[in-house]
Nanobody
Framework: QVQLRESGGGVVPAGGSLRLSCAAP????????MGWYRQAPGKQRELVAR???????NYADSVKGRFTISRDNAKNTVYLQMNSLKPEDTANYYC????????WGQGTQVTVSS
């Protein structure tokens, strides 16, 4: 069952931007740890960004300086702003929340053309 719902994926040219959104039930959004993973075909799912309840953020080296994760507690939504997109960013992006167990969104596809 889908508990986290992502949106905002699409097809963009290299250098473009997208903003992903993930809406979660309030009971799950109370988590102190959440973020975004991505998985490209034939590759392992990787953590690209993480944010804590205290606002601490971490990014994969490959996206550092280009992606920004944020959360809106009033809207129970976590965002991933992606700028200066590269073809290697192409992947299915998954919202993730840790609250005793891992909760996942259904994934939203991001495709960056050359």
């Amino acid at each position: 069952q889908v508990q986290l719902r992502e949106s905002g994926g699409g097809v963009v040219p290299a250098g473009g931007s997208l903003r992903l959104s993930c809406a979660a039930p309030g009971t799950i959004f109370r988590s102190n740890v959440m973020g975004w993973y991505r998985q490209a075909p034939g590759k392992q799912r990787e953590l690209v960004a993480r944010i804590t309840g205290g606002g601490n953020t971490n990014y994969a080296d490959s996206v550092k300086g280009r992606f920004t994760i944020s959360r809106d507690n009033a809207k129970n939504t976590v965002y991933l702003q992606m700028n200066s997109l590269k073809p290697e960013d192409t992947a299915n992006y998954y919202c993730w929340i840790l609250l005793g167990e891992n909760y996942w969104g259904q994934g939203t596809q991001v495709t960056v053309s050359s």
